[in-house]
């Protein structure tokens, strides 16, 4: 069995503690992948030390410098596909087509974020007094700490690490503690594309590690990706002390039904966002909102393309939804299938668990589809993450703007209609961070992302807004 080490100031470094964890693939638990350090306050401290140390180097690199180190990340990201995308199916579960998918994105947003190194202008303006000049600069934060989950163990990192040292940061990453391998084998990477010692160093351990990175007054950015309850505990210490943050954060995703033409179309949009990932995704549509005239017909086409769903061993390629990520999992997804019966809801397909012993067996649990579910209900409400979708039947498009409306996450939301004036009242009135129109949430790797109400805060990451979390914006006045 492997052992696996922090990497800080260039070095992969035992943990302090002394103490490891092993990691399980949750597709057979029993199977071992490795053993993690279990970090403490003394590890965080190094690597936070470590980044400090290293500022004055990475802010003297020029920008083109680092966008070539960057570049080079994202090839090698594209080179060790394989690879990387193995090691994801292994701790993290999901199918290997979408570790592949993964992989990909991954190394299309290093590549975006090396070029925005070389992008990070400033603006002049004219001056209200004669002989004087006026412009802004930008400016890298400084220490920035990377807080990251187990759903997307690569991309999530590596959306956070290449904007930040692309604005001349330095970083220290937290991953989750689910899928540590990935964020092992990125650091490695990160090495191997030349980035100097000490710029990106690596801490593995539970939630305690994240709470003293946030905590520490050297880091001066945190960008968290996770649950809202955690965001919000992590908004309140981080305001204490005047530190930028930027959250991502969770999601009740509406797939928005109303006068639409091709609803076997929409009914396949619609399982494929649900139910990737094994629904464990912050944008997975996570509702149905359909016209009551249209729900029967809308409900069939789901069950027929929600059969189509291969569950099983992320690694067979005939597999198209792998197992939950983990016991704890499971057991959510499960109680809230029981809230939904209990709620009097209609279960259209599925509705359990798909082994008998699941620790040794695996997580895996039926893609499910409730219908008459109301609007107020814990599964109409409540971020599930995970393949259980529940239908909400509405008179009319005021009644399903309400419904979309009337849950705490703004995060994305897709509309199915072949009528115009919907598509221009949903995309104005709509309360979501992001809107898809006759598709799915898939995002594009240039385009801002994020979130509104308790779906996210601060900067919109990907795109030319994740420059606006790792910069501070500095103004001159120059009298000549």
């Known amino acids: 069995m492997e052992r696996h080490h922090n990497y800080i100031a260039g070095k992969w470094a035992p943990s302090r503690t002394g103490n490891y964890y092993q990691s399980h693939n949750p597709a057979c638990p029993s199977q071992i ?14 690597a936070v030390a470590s980044a400090s140390t290293a500022r004055a180097i990475w ?23 394989d690879e990387l995308a193995r090691i994801i199916t292994l701790e993290q579960g999901k199918a290997l087509c979408e570790s592949a998918g993964e992989v990909a994105r991954a190394a299309a947003e290093a590549a975006f974020a090396a070029g925005e190194a070389v992008r990070l202008s400033g603006q002049t303006f004219p001056s209200e007094r004669r002989g004087f000049s006026c412009y802004t600069v930008l400016q890298p934060v400084g220490v920035v700490a990377a807080i990251t989950p187990w759903n997307f163990p690569v991309v999530s990192p590596v959306r956070k690490i290449a904007p930040a040292l692309a604005c001349g940061n330095t970083v220290v990453l937290k991953p989750a503690s689910l899928t540590p391998r990935s964020a092992v084998y990125l650091a490695s990477l990160l090495e191997e594309a030349g980035l100097p010692p000490g710029v990106l160093n690596l801490v593995i351990g539970s939630g305690e590690c994240g709470q003293r990175l946030i905590s520490d007054t050297r880091v001066r950015g945190i960008s968290f990706t996770g649950s809202t309850a955690v965001g ?19 999601g009740k995703n509406p797939a928005i039904v109303l006068d639409c033409d091709d609803l076997d179309g929409a009914a396949q949009e619609i399982v494929a966002a649900a139910f990737l990932c094994s629904g464990q995704r912050c944008t997975a549509l996570s509702r149905v909102i359909v016209q009551e005239s249209q729900a029967d017909e809308i409900r069939q086409h789901l069950v027929k393309h929600m059969e189509k769903i291969r569950v099983g061993n992320g690694l067979d390629p005939q597999t198209t939804m792998g197992p939950l990520v983990s016991r704890h999992q499971l057991e959510t997804v499960a109680g809230y299938v029981r809230k939904g019966l209990n709620d009097q809801s209609t279960l259209v ?10 620790e040794s067996e695996g997580y895996y649990y039926a893609p499910t589809l409730f219908d008459y579910v109301s609007a107020d209900s814990a599964l109409a409400q409540e971020e599930i993450f995970g393949p259980v979708l529940p239908m909400i039947r509405v008179r009319n498009a005021e009644q399903a703007l309400e419904v979309a409306n009337g849950a705490r996450y703004g995060l994305a939301a897709s509309l199915f209609t072949g009528n115009r004036h919907l598509v221009d009242k949903f995309v104005q009135h709509v309360e979501s961070g992001m809107v898809h129109v006759n598709h799915g949430t898939a995002s594009q790797a240039h385009v801002p992302f994020g979130g509104v109400k308790d779906s996210g805060l601060g900067a919109f990451s990907i795109g030319p807004t994740a420059k606006d979390a790792f910069t501070n914006v500095k103004a001159v006045y120059i009298k000549w």
């Open 59 to 81: 802010e003297q690199i020029q920008a083109p410098q680092r966008a070539a180190i960057l570049l080079r990340f994202s090839q090698l990201l594209q080179d060790s596909k």
């Open 232 to 250: 919000v505990c992590i908004s309140e210490q981080v305001a204490a002390r005047m530190a930028k943050l930027q959250l991502e954060l969770g």
């Open 349 to 358: 397909a599925g509705g359990q668990q798909l082994t008998e012993s699941p």
């Open 33 to 46: 992948l490795g053993e993690f350090p279990r970090s403490d306050a003394a590890d965080v401290d190094a």
